[in-house]
Every structure is written in C-alpha cells, then in structure tokens.
C-alpha cells in the first residue's frame, strides 16, 4: 500500500513538474538555473519510472530532478519577503512559474528517492559512517566564513563588509548536532519526528542549493546554460567549489544519514 501510495504521489509530482516545465515564465532571477527542458525530462522519466520502469530510469529522472530543483529555496526566501511585505527589494520579487517548476521537480526527486529505497533489497543496514561524514561537511562553510571575519583573505571576495558569521555558527552547530543524531545512541531515544522533520527539511535546502551550483557550473562550462560564475576569477572558482559542493555533499550525507534512520527505527 506505502508503494503505490509513493508511487501515485510520484506520478503527480512529475507530472506538475512537466506542466510547470511547459508554462512561460518570465527569466529574472534565474540565471543558471536549470532549463525547462531538464525538469520536463526528469519528470517523463519520473513518471515512467513509476509505472514500473528501470531502476535506472528512475536513477536518471533523479539526477536531472535534482538539477531541476536547484534554486526552489532562494524561491521560498523570496516568496517570504513577498508575502510579508519585509522591505528586500528586488529579493520579494518572484518568478512564480520557475518557483513552481523547481518545487515540483524538488519533491519529484524526493519522491524519486523514496521509491528507490522501496526496491531496494535485503535488510538495511547500519551505516555510521554517512552521519559523521555528514557532521565533518557541516564545517567547511561556516570555518571559510569564520576565516574571512577574521581578516583571512584567500578567495575573499572583494570588498568583503560582512562580521562575524553568527548564522553561520548557529548553522555549524545545528547541522553537527543533528548528523550525529542520526548515528548514535542518544539520537535513537529523541522522538523520531523531532530528528526526521528538520533532517529532512535541511537535507532538501542543502541538495538544493548545491544542485544549483554544481549543475549550473557544469552546464555553463558545458555551454548548455548561462550562469553566474566567472571561470577566469580563482576567487568565484574556489567559491563555487568550497561552499555549494560542500552543501551538496552535505546534503547527499545527510539524506542517506537520514533515510538508513529512518528504516532502522521504524
């Protein structure tokens, strides 16, 4: 019944990703986002893929899904500032017909994973490993800020006006904790919800915005795309590199960190 039930949700999902996919909508903020046609793809093999398709038809769909919804929490912040009327102005503006693409083809790709971890075979193990591999990722960002507040000038942008990274640090400790929440023992007494809900609400902010960068930059290098970075400033290299890939990583250690928790404790 969970099975159909995922993959009934998963025909949905993709299928308001390819209607999204094909709606016009204004470019603004979306410079190297993902291009309508990869959501479109990623929610055609998505939903054929539900309908019994290949495990790597349904491996393929998560890869270009993912790509698709990179950039839906820079979306969700700006849909904040929207709504609330908190002067931050051209950050409230919204594309509303890329918002909605990018958030379904985000939760497609959760979907996605969820249906792969169904067909998955033979009991789930333990894997500790993935929580302290995601608690180490918690720390390059939050350090490289750390560095430059301090006066550190390697790949520091320029001018450089921020203080000292409070959010940052608040980040550090919160994502630390949790990672190894999911792996050890005084993890497993919480209250399950308490540890899955912002595990996984992290893990999707996380694989986001480090989808966005690292398929953008592949796809500008590739010269399928338009993007942000410039390839021939080190400092806008090592950036890309340091702070979104470490987030993607993050996010992909804490998702698996969070998925072998949530079958170990069902």
Known sequence: MRELTVSRALVAAGVAAGIAALVPHQVTYDKGF????????????????????????GRIALVLLL?????????????????????????????????????????????????????AEGPWRERPWLGYAAFALAFPYPLLKLYWSLGGTIARPDPYTEGFPYMESAMLAGGAVLSLA??????????????????????????????????????????LTDG????????????????????????????????????LTR
């Open 34 to 57: 993902a291009p309508p046609w990869a959501t479109l793809a990623g929610a055609v093999l998505a939903v054929a893929f539900a309908l019994r398709g290949s495990e790597w038809t």
């Open 67 to 119: 790509w698709a919804g990179g950039g839906a929490v820079l979306d969700a912040f700006r849909a904040f500032f929207w709504a609330t009327g908190i002067p931050a102005g051209e950050f409230a503006q919204v594309n509303w017909g890329g918002a909605s693409m990018r958030a379904a083809g985000l939760l497609a790709a959760g979907l996605v994973v969820a249906a792969l971890a169904r067909g």
């Open 182 to 223: 999911l792996v050890q023992g005084w993890g497993r007494r919480l209250p399950r919800r308490a540890v899955l809900v912002p595990a996984w609400t992290a893990t999707g902010a996380l694989v986001s915005m480090g989808a966005l960068a690292g398929f953008g930059s592949l796809s500008q290098a590739l010269g």
């Open 228 to 263: 942000p970075v410039d390839f021939g400033d080190a400092a806008s290299v090592a950036m890309v590199g340091t702070v979104y890939g470490s987030w993607l990583l993050f996010g992909l250690a804490l998702g698996a960190a969070t998925l072998t928790y949530q079958r």
